[in-house]
């Protein structure tokens, strides 16, 4: 039973578009909006594409990315906070919470495929 369980989080966190389906899928039976529920998939699934963005930057590149990651966060961060109070004059930290944390879906899920196939390109290469 843990040797499955490892396997269903590994696999989730290799592909983090199937942990996405199978979030929304649960989260649709759970919560009356389907809006919502894609919502909460959306904010489950950033966690998952960082982390993937992670190990796939040790594997394919052979670097560690958790500095780049969390500079690039901070630095996101800054700008929305920036924004924030350009536009209303007052820093609501729950809109910024969230618009950072959708913007990274955004960029991680760019990040994940094009890591995905540079990898797959190199591998076949190597052949």
């Avoid at 630095?75 to 209303?88: D, E, G, M, Q, S």
Wanted: net charge positive.
């Amino acid at each position: 039973m843990t040797s499955l369980l490892a396997w269903i989080f590994a696999t989730i966190i290799t592909v983090p578009l199937l942990g996405f389906v199978l979030v929304f899928s649960i989260l649709r039976l759970v919560v009356d909006q389907k809006r919502r529920a894609f919502h909460y998939s959306i904010d489950i699934t950033t966690l998952l594409l960082i982390i993937s963005v992670y190990f796939l930057g040790q594997v394919v590149f052979g670097i560690s990315l958790f500095a780049h990651i969390l500079i690039f966060t901070l630095v996101l961060a800054i700008i929305f906070v920036f924004i924030n109070w350009k536009i209303n004059e007052e820093v609501k930290i729950n809109k910024v919470i969230k618009g950072v944390w959708r913007c990274n879906f955004l960029v991680f899920l760019v990040i994940y495929l094009v890591f995905i196939v540079y990898g797959i390109v190199e591998r076949v290469w190597e052949l």
